[in-house]
C-alpha cells in the first residue's frame, strides 16, 4: 500500500508527505482507523511544524473514522484555510468535499441533519469528495454516515406475569413517528464467508477497543450465558469514541462462531 499510495503521488506532482503522515495515510488505507488516530496524535505533538494541509486532512479523515466529529471539523477547515492561503491547488477542492462530509456526519451524530432515513430506507451514499487520486485510498476511511444512538434503550425483557426476566430487548423511550432514524452504527467486521467473519471480527478485536467491547456484549446462544447488564450494552451501544485496545489484555476472547450465529445475516446483492 506505501508503493502504491508513493506512485500515485509522483504520478500526480504531489510533494511528498511527512513520514508519520504516510503511516497514517497508511492504517487509514487498510481500515485500522484506531492506530490511525493515535498516529496521528503523535505526530501532531512530535512534529507541530510539519502539520501542513495534506497533513491536517489525514488526521481529519481519522478523527471522523472513529467518531471524533468536532476534532474532524476542526482539522478540515484548517487545512482548507492554509491550502486557500497557499492559492488553492489541486487539492482545495477534495478539502472542502471532506469538510463538508465531515460537517454532515457532525450534525448527524446530534441527531441532526439528514441520516439517510424516512418513510422507506431509500438510502443513497452522498457523493465522494473530488480529492487527489493520491488520496483515495485513505480519504476513503471518512464514514459515509455517522453513528446515532436515538430514543432507543436496552432494557430486560421480563414475562408479563411472573416478572422473570426473559433476556435483553431494544426499547423505545418515547413514541416514534413513521421514518424516525432509531439507530445507525457501523459495522464491526465484514466478510462474504462465516469462517472469513470469525477471522474479520477477530481482526477487529485486536485493533478496536470499541469493537472488542461490543462484541463482548452480544448473545453467543449458548445456555447460561451471562450477558452484561444493559447499562454496560447501553454505554457501548451508543456513538463512543474509538480507541486502540490497551496492549496486554487479559480478556479472553468470546465465543465468536457462536456471536454470529446469533447476531449476522446475509445481505445478498449489497457490496
Known sequence: MAGLLGFLRGALGIAPSHPDVRTVQEHLAEGRAAAAWAEGQRFREASPDSVDAEALSALGVAAAAVGR??????DLRAAVRLAEAGGGGPVLEGLRGLLERAESLLEQSRGRGELLS????????????????????WAEAMPKVAEYMGPVEVR???????????G?????????????ALLAAWPLARAKTSSGLIEACREARQRSARARKSLACLADGSAGQQLPPPAVTNEVLGPVPDAVPEAGGSDPEP????I??????????WA
Request: aromatic share 8%; glycine share 10%.
Open 69 to 74: 466529529h468536532e476534532a474532524a471539523v476542526e
Open 118 to 137: 424516512g418513510p422507506l430506507w431509500l438510502a443513497q451514499p452522498p457523493p465522494e469528495p473530488a480529492v487527489p487520486d493520491a488520496w483515495k485510498p
Open 255 to 258: 465465543n465468536l462462531c457462536g
Open 168 to 180: 435483553r430487548g431494544l426499547f423505545a423511550t418515547r413514541d416514534v413517528p413513521a421514518g424516525e
Open 156 to 166: 430486560w425483557a421480563t414475562d408479563p406475569v411472573t416478572g422473570e426476566k426473559r
Open 260 to 269: 454470529i450465529g446469533a447476531n449476522c445475516f446475509s445481505m445478498q446483492g
